[in-house]
């Protein structure tokens, strides 16, 4: 019985290999890249509102794809990229155009680690970050990716890329990937639609004590599970 086509080799080496060629041989595409880098390298919500804003009526589809390139390519910031949508179009389709657009790339970095496996995704991040990422799924399991959303602090690519290297499922991934960047998402794009400079970063401090408080009830409820489960099973 044939395989998928995606699980071909051609069709693997294809997924790299043409890229790469557009990069080089197309310097449009090259320059574009490059600019893109540097834009969300600077982490400043204004320049990326300017840099969308170049595009004109073409500004939402870059939005869109320099979500997604920030997720292959991690670990860029992304909240860059919410702010300035929210600032650009409103906090409701701001909102809405980075939920989407994260939503595409966090399922690219999974599938990408589930076709190519470890020593790939290692090339798009890096080892001692995946293996840092290893122990949080060590220790939160089903968890982790929900609550790696809910930390700005950190590079939920990256949790995409190791999740995408376990034995979770793709609509166990989607459903957790969705509902953990939901909140931070519409909260990101309110406060960006009304706050500019400094005071957005005073909110942005607060945004993760507000993270931090959240993952802390759920780190307790997970504990709580874990020691039901142990009472359960010591008792059979």
């Known amino acids: ?73 991690a670990p860029l910031p992304a909240f860059v990229i919410t702010f300035a949508n929210a600032g650009l179009f409103g906090w409701v ?37 995946l293996k840092e ?3 949080f799924f060590e220790k939160y399991g089903k968890w982790a990716v929900l609550i790696a959303r809910l930390l700005p602090f950190i590079s939920f690519d990256i ?26 998402t519409l909260v990101y794009s309110y406060v960006g639609d009304m706050l500019v400079g400094s005071v957005r970063n005073v909110v942005f401090g607060l945004l993760i004590l507000f993270a931090l408080t959240t993952v802390i009830i759920m780190a307790r409820q997970i504990w709580r599970d874990r020691n039901a489960m142990q009472t359960t099973s010591e008792e059979i």
Do not use: H
């Open 159 to 184: 949790v995409s890329y190791a999740a995408g290297l376990t034995a979770m499922g793709w609509w166990e991934f989607i459903w957790a990937t969705g509902l953990g960047q939901l909140p931070a």
């Open 1 to 73: 019985m044939n395989k998928k086509v995606w699980k071909q080799w051609w069709f693997k080496i294809a997924l790299l290999v043409i890229p790469v060629l557009l990069y080089y041989l197309v310097p449009a595409f090259q320059e574009i890249i490059q600019n893109a880098i540097k834009v969300l390298s600077r982490v400043d919500v204004d320049a990326a509102r300017d840099y969308i804003l170049s595009f004109g009526i073409w500004a939402p589809v870059v939005s869109f794809f320099l979500m997604v390139f920030q997720s292959v390519a």
């Open 133 to 135: 990422v290893d122990v």
């Open 93 to 129: 389709k701001g909102a809405a155009l980075s939920w989407s657009s994260a939503m595409v790339g966090a399922i690219l970095c999974f599938a990408i680690a589930r076709l190519y496996g470890r020593s790939v995704v290692e090339k798009f991040t890096t080892r001692r970050a």
